[in-house]
Each structure stands twice: as C-alpha cells, then as structure tokens.
C-alpha cells in the first residue's frame, strides 16, 4: 500500500510520454500539418471580399500571402532538394501563384502545399538531412533548407493572423 502513492504519479508519466523518440523529420512534418490547418482554417473564416486587401500599397494582399507561403511550400523543395512537386505544379506554376486570388482555390491551393510539405519533410532521411545545398546564397544542408521552410510558414501565419485582424476575422482556433 505504501507503493500505491509513488506508483500512481510514475504511471501518469509513464502514460504522457511517447512511445518512441520523434525523428526532426517527423517534428517538422507534424508542425507543418497544424500550421497547414490553421492557414486553411484562417483562409475560409475570412470574406472572400478581403481577400484583395493589403494593409499599404506595395505590400502583399491576403491572397498573395497565402499564395506565396503555398508556392514556397510546392516550389523550394524541388529547388533546394529536388523535390517534384505535386502533378498539376508545373515549374512556371511557382512564379505566377501569387496572382490566383479566387478563395476557394487559394484554400485548395494551401491544403495541397501543407500536405506536400509534410510528406516531403517526414520522408527525410538523416543521409538527406545532412545533404549540402545552397539555399539563396548560403551554403547549408537539407536540414537548413528544411528549417527555412518551417520557420518561412511561421513567419507568414503572424503576417496572415494580422491581416485577419484587420479585417474584423478573429483566428478560429483562438475561440
């Protein structure tokens, strides 16, 4: 009986912690997955009518954000760790996204770009991740490129997250 107390709280831990040691593949791939949802999610609660806002002229609407964070997701890993992209994501697709602004087709657009992001991500090898490449000028690894990525989707949800606040939308995982 005297057992009972301490094997009580080590059985709650025991409970809480994974199974097995995550891979830096599979972290990523799962963030990038949450942060895929909470851009589709931010794209459908705003009015397709906002999307065509910017908060200054020469600044990126709604849209070309949402459109630059999916052609990011589609276009650098094919450039930085070729990658193909998804069939219908030609090459050329990359340069010309930002122009698309109809909402459903951005969301359809994001969805696609999360999920290649997070397949690409979670079949990293540890041979890949140590793989160099240039990323912009700067010599680094898959690892840095898969990090620029990550940190590049972060980035642009704060930007995304502003707009929607701008715009009378309040983030739907923040309810």
Known sequence: MRTLPLLVPALAL?????????????EMAL????VGEKYVSLAEAMPASAFGWRPAEG???????????AAANMGLPASFMGVAPPEGYAQDWFGSAEQITDKAEVVRHLRAAFAHLSSTLEGLTDEQLET??????RDTNWTGAAL?????????????????RSNGVTPPWSN
């Not at 025991?14 to 599979?26: D, E, F, I, V």
């Not at 600044?59 to 964070?69: A, K, P």
């Not at 160099?132 to 000028?137: I, R």
């Not at 990525?149 to 707009?163: C, D, F, K, N, R």
């Open 14 to 26: 025991s409970m809480a912690l994974p199974a097995q040691a995550q891979t830096l593949p599979s």
């Open 31 to 34: 963030d990038m997955r949450a």
């Open 59 to 69: 600044v990126r609407s709604v849209s070309e954000v949402f459109m630059h964070v």
């Open 132 to 137: 160099p490449v240039n990323v912009f000028g």
């Open 148 to 164: 620029l990525l990550v940190t590049h989707s972060h980035e642009h949800l704060g930007q995304a997250i502003a707009y929607a």
